[in-house]
């Protein structure tokens, strides 16, 4: 009978942490889509894109941001060594993928402002490289306020 209360307990117990895990997962994935709701809101009325215009761009720009996502991911992948153990040698090797990859950011950069401009106008492009500075601005000081208002 202990044998099986006790399972009982820890099957529960493992449950419960298996649905605050995945509430938390959750909360994190609503986050995530409601920034890119505003942030596709907030660019949007920034280029002054017509519903044609929407329609043609999204895809373009989702998939800029998917590559993007994986570049920035496999130049992170190889840097959870600590610096303060690094060798010459190795920092050296840190520098150099550093500049690949920007190198390779610019280069992707460029790839897809071609493809934008096949659907924006060459102003529409510029507000759209100075909203998404703006939306990243906006977007850092409010988790500076949330986290200052969690503090106090």
Not at 13 to 23: F, H
Not at 50 to 58: L, R
Not at 78 to 102: C, H, P, W
Request: hydrophobic residues 35%; aromatic residues 10%.
């Amino acid at each position: 009978m202990k044998r099986y209360t006790l399972f009982l307990l820890l099957f529960c117990a493992l449950t419960l942490a298996g649905t605050a895990a995945n509430a938390q997962d959750n909360r994190s994935h609503d986050r995530r889509e409601n920034v890119e709701a505003a942030k596709i809101a907030f660019l949007t009325e920034k280029m002054e894109l017509t519903a044609e215009q929407s329609q043609k761009f999204w895809p373009i720009y989702n998939e800029y941001e998917a590559k993007r996502r994986e570049l920035m991911k496999s130049y992170r992948h190889g840097y959870r060594k600590d610096v303060e153990t690094l060798s010459e040698q190795e920092a050296k090797a840190r520098i150099d993928e550093m500049f690949n990859t920007r190198e390779k950011e610019l280069a992707l950069e460029k790839e897809y402002a071609s493809k934008y401009q096949r659907v924006l106008s060459n102003r529409q492009l510029i507000n759209l490289y100075r909203g998404e500075r703006q939306f990243t601005k906006m977007l850092l000081k409010r988790l500076d306020h949330d986290h200052k208002k969690m503090n106090q």
